[in-house]
């Protein structure tokens, strides 16, 4: 079984910064990163593989949001930047065995750390 807890989200205005960061009790998956705002469906946001070599993000987050991780320290990153209201969402870390931009890919899940973005 595998655990994840994510941490960092907060309150933050509009063009601001946030980086959200996700223990992992092992490194050998790989990690995802999405969201789910009040009202609607959870979609992806950003992917990376166990190597780091292959990075994925979501067209609304390309260039304002970069996906990290640290293998030695079981963790992965999202740093995100130029902040919109329309990022408000609860953000959810997800570990599975593809680099995948679907939910359905993804075996573990954490509880999610919620972030607001005031206009």
């Known amino acids: 079984q595998v655990q994840l807890v994510e941490s960092g989200g907060g309150l933050v205005q509009a063009g601001g910064s946030l980086r959200l960061s996700c223990a992992a009790s092992?490194?050998?998956?790989?990690m995802g990163w999405f969201r789910q705002a009040p009202g609607k469906e959870r979609e992806f946001v950003a992917a990376?593989?166990?190597?780091?070599?292959?990075?994925y993000y979501a067209n609304s987050v390309k260039g304002r949001f970069t996906i990290s991780r640290d293998n030695d320290k079981n963790a992965v990153y999202l740093q995100m930047n130029s902040l919109k209201p329309e990022d408000t969402a609860v953000y959810y870390c997800?570990?599975?065995?593809?680099?995948?931009?679907?939910?359905?890919?993804?075996?573990?899940w954490g509880q999610g750390t919620q972030v607001t973005v005031s206009s």
């Open positions: 997800a570990a599975g065995s593809e680099t995948s931009s679907t939910a359905r890919d993804y075996n573990y």
């Open positions: 092992v490194s050998t998956y790989t």
């Open positions: 990376i593989s166990r190597s780091a070599l292959t990075k």
